[in-house]
């Protein structure tokens, strides 16, 4: 039988254990015991609530993964730690499909009213951490930072909340959130992060391409846009010139710039990636800065090779076009599925996140949206208009 629960059940439980583990520990220690946890859970009730269902798109997608999993096993400068991340991995998309089997069509409306609190509960705990109870600058600044993507999460799903007034609320919460976080990606993509619910509500007629074309061009306006960057991403001109190369990658967006030339370099020297989890050693300057590239894109290609990103790419393209056109799926699930993506997407390009960052809810919601979305755009039987 179809439960709308189950699902906004499981990012509840997830939702309250990630604010709570960091909480405990705000360097984020304890959030890989967390994923394994939920993997675990989403594992035990996926299996029990898809018994007698069809499994084969399952079936077919982890098949269709799994030669790309081996080869970057094989040639991972890890290979133990790899294998055991696409073991992970594979567990969240099986477990969070076989969820997605258990979602009634008839059900969109309910089941989206109930995922947008999950992340304000996120938002709401890394915002209070941030501006009231972290331990030191350090620790609210990240806080603020990680709460700036959540706040545009809280967006993303609250424009689909069926009653007006509880919609504005969010949103608009959501909205000042993002805002006043400090972090200047979050403010500048929030206008693209509201075109999908614009879309949905007013039914505008965008096809997918004119849809790409706006995202890739905001983007493109954003990042080269002199005085967007001084606002936003960094400082230009003269402050950049009389600035080292770590203080650079640091604070500003020309440090970006630095970062990706440096991921680009890895790329051409292994092109086949280092191996799904495995870091790179950034160096500017004879100091060590870590692994962090600031960009989920060049993090898929390093770890995991051009081929990856490519059919990643090919994948996020293939599934705009679908979230536009297929008719079998009900349009607020579509659009839902379409307004959290593009807030991933949005997050990718100025942050280390992609869909096999296992570390937050936001990656399992989306693996679970894709699943349910594929699912029953493969459904001959039914039209859920």
């Not at 959130?177 to 879309?199: C, E, K």
């Not at 001084?230 to 970062?259: D, H, P, Q, V, W």
């Not at 790329?267 to 989890?277: D, F, N, T």
């Not at 500017?284 to 081929?307: D, I, P």
């Amino acid at each position: 039988m179809s439960s709308p629960n189950l699902a906004p059940r499981y990012f509840y439980i997830f939702a309250i254990g990630y604010a709570t583990s960091l909480i405990i520990d705000p360097s984020g220690n304890l959030l890989p015991y967390l994923s394994v946890f939920m993997i675990l859970y989403g594992l035990a009730i996926g299996f029990r609530s898809a018994a007698g269902k069809q499994f084969t798109p399952v079936v077919i997608f982890v098949i269709g993964v799994l030669p790309f999993a081996a080869l970057n096993c094989l040639i991972s400068s890890n290979p133990t730690e790899s294998t055991l991340k696409w073991f992970l991995w594979l567990g969240a998309l099986i477990g969070m499909a076989l969820m997605a089997l258990r979602c009634g069509a008839k059900l969109d409306e309910q089941l989206v009213k109930n995922i947008a609190p999950a992340f304000f509960i996120i938002w709401a705990i890394l915002a209070l951490r941030g501006n009231a109870i972290g331990d030191n600058a350090k620790e609210k600044a990240a806080a603020l930072h990680l709460s700036a993507f959540y706040a545009n999460l809280v967006i993303a799903s609250g424009m689909f909340i069926p009653h007006k007034f509880w919609r504005v609320v969010v949103v608009s919460i959501g909205a000042v959130g993002a805002v006043t976080s400090g972090s200047r990606a979050a403010f500048l993509f929030l206008p693209l992060v509201f075109v999908p619910g614009l879309i949905y509500y007013y039914r505008i007629r965008f096809s997918s391409a004119f849809f790409a074309a706006l995202l890739i061009g905001g983007l493109y306006f954003i990042v080269q846009n002199e005085s967007l960057q001084a606002l936003t991403f960094g400082r230009k001109g003269a402050e950049i010139t009389n600035m080292n190369a770590l203080e650079l990658a640091r604070k500003s967006a020309g440090g970006r710039e630095a970062l990706r030339e440096i991921g680009i370099d890895y790329i051409k020297k292994q092109p086949w990636g280092y191996g799904y989890g495995q870091s790179i050693d950034i160096v500017l300057e004879g100091k060590n800065m870590g692994s962090n590239l600031h960009n989920g894109y060049l993090n898929v290609a390093t770890q995991m090779g051009l081929h990856v990103i490519l059919v990643y790419f090919c994948f996020l393209i293939w599934l705009i076009y679908k979230l536009f056109t297929d008719q079998r799926v009900s349009r607020i699930s579509r659009f839902f599925t379409l307004s959290i993506i593009t807030c991933v997407m949005l997050r990718a390009v100025s942050e280390s996140f992609s869909l096999f960052d296992l570390g937050h809810p936001a990656s399992f919601l989306c693996i679970f949206l894709i699943s349910l979305f594929i699912i029953r755009s493969n459904n001959p039987h039914k039209q859920f208009v």
